[in-house]
């Protein structure tokens, strides 16, 4: 009988063992904070005035060709600055592109300050990127100089893209030649208000900033909307406190302002090499 319940022991103890050594094996890893991707630095484009969804897919699809890039989140901002989100954040994602809708058309500061104030509580972001396209980039900048921006990520990488800075093609041609030209230190000779705002802040640029500021030119030393030297005037807000600033001028036969966001290769390949860069 005591051989018996010996055996039986043996059995029960056996049998315990391997299912702890089974639970054990089948248990799911349990991921630090750094795997969960809550570091992870998304990317945040913003389209000019009077677009939509449409004048970022393009530039997202295609940087969504490359290994770690995909679109995980999109915000809807309404005429009164709610804000609905749509997708999921994905903690794989190495290069999360998050798109940034202003159902008005109309991007502005304040709202983009929501929007990162979310992404903060909501997601632990402490980093981020930005991209904006004409008066998106001019929404961005402007974010940039605020001096409220405590307790929001941290602004790493900026590209502007036919920003019009100081002023669209309609104010220029009602100027001479000389006060649309830019001084040594890349100062306009003439200032609209919306740049005057700029250049009085501009000390609140972040210095941990990288800005890479792309422009078209068909010849006539404009996109067709935005002249040449009112996209280059964001030098004289950025140069003094960025980490690094960085202009190309894009002269295909795609420059002209709204095709400098469609499935333009050269610019993908500055937005690639920029947001990947060490």
Same mark, same amino acid.
Do not use: C
């Given at each position: 009988?005591?051989?018996?319940?010996?055996?039986?022991?043996?059995?029960?103890?056996? *049998?315990?063992?391997?299912?702890?050594?089974?639970?054990?094996?089948?248990?799911?890893?349990?991921?630090?904070?750094?795997?969960?991707?809550?570091?992870?630095?998304?990317?945040?484009?913003?389209?000019?005035? !009077?677009?939509?969804? !449409?004048?970022?897919?393009?530039?997202?699809?295609?940087?969504?060709?490359?290994?770690?890039?995909?679109?995980?989140?999109?915000?809807?901002?309404?005429?009164?600055?709610?804000?609905?989100?749509?997708?999921?954040?994905?903690?794989?994602?190495?290069?999360?592109?998050?798109?940034?809708?202003?159902?008005?058309?109309? =991007?502005?500061?304040?709202?983009?300050?929501?929007?990162?104030?979310?992404?903060?509580?909501?997601?632990?972001?402490?980093?981020?990127?930005?991209?904006?396209?004409?008066?998106?980039?001019?929404?961005?900048?402007?974010?940039?100089?605020?001096?409220?921006?405590?307790?929001?990520?941290?602004?790493?990488?900026?590209?502007?893209?036919?920003?019009?800075?100081?002023?669209?093609?309609?104010?220029?041609?009602?100027?001479?030649?000389?006060?649309?030209?830019?001084?040594?230190?890349?100062? =306009?000779?003439?200032? *609209?208000?919306?740049?005057?705002?700029?250049?009085?802040?501009?000390?609140?640029?972040?210095?941990?900033?990288?800005?890479?500021?792309?422009?078209?030119?068909?010849?006539?030393?404009?996109?067709?909307?935005?002249?040449?030297?009112?996209?280059?005037?964001?030098?004289?807000?950025?140069?003094?406190?960025?980490?690094?600033?960085?202009?190309?001028?894009?002269?295909?036969?795609?420059?002209?302002?709204?095709?400098?966001?469609?499935?333009?290769?050269?610019?993908?390949?500055?937005?690639?090499?920029?947001?990947?860069?060490?």
């Amino acid at each position: 009988m005591k051989k018996i319940i010996v055996v039986l022991t043996l059995i029960t103890l056996a *049998v315990a063992i391997s299912l702890s050594m089974l639970w054990i094996t089948t248990k799911p890893r349990r991921l630090d904070k750094k795997a969960t991707g809550n570091y992870q630095t998304p990317t945040l484009f913003v389209h000019g005035y !009077g677009g939509n969804y !449409g004048s970022e897919k393009n530039m997202i699809a295609d940087l969504s060709q490359h290994a770690g890039f995909r679109q995980v989140l999109r915000y809807n901002i309404d005429s009164k600055g709610k804000l609905s989100v749509s997708g999921h954040w994905q903690p794989d994602v190495k290069h999360p592109l998050i798109a940034v809708v202003f159902k008005d058309g109309k =991007p502005n500061a304040k709202d983009l300050s929501t929007v990162l104030t979310q992404l903060k509580n909501n997601y632990k972001i402490q980093t981020f990127n930005a991209v904006g396209h004409s008066a998106g980039a001019n929404a961005w900048v402007n974010w940039a100089v605020s001096a409220d921006k405590e307790n929001r990520p941290e602004l790493q990488r900026l590209i502007t893209i036919a920003g019009p800075f100081n002023g669209f093609m309609e104010m220029s041609e009602k100027t001479d030649e000389t006060s649309s030209q830019l001084n040594d230190d890349g100062k =306009p000779n003439m200032m *609209v208000d919306s740049y005057k705002y700029l250049a009085d802040n501009k000390a609140h640029f972040p210095k941990t900033t990288r800005v890479l500021n792309l422009f078209g030119n068909t010849g006539k030393e404009s996109d067709g909307v935005v002249p040449v030297n009112s996209a280059r005037a964001l030098s004289y807000i950025v140069q003094t406190n960025a980490k690094s600033y960085t202009e190309h001028e894009i002269t295909n036969n795609k420059a002209q302002h709204s095709q400098l966001h469609k499935h333009n290769q050269v610019v993908n390949h500055y937005l690639y090499d920029f947001l990947t860069a060490d």
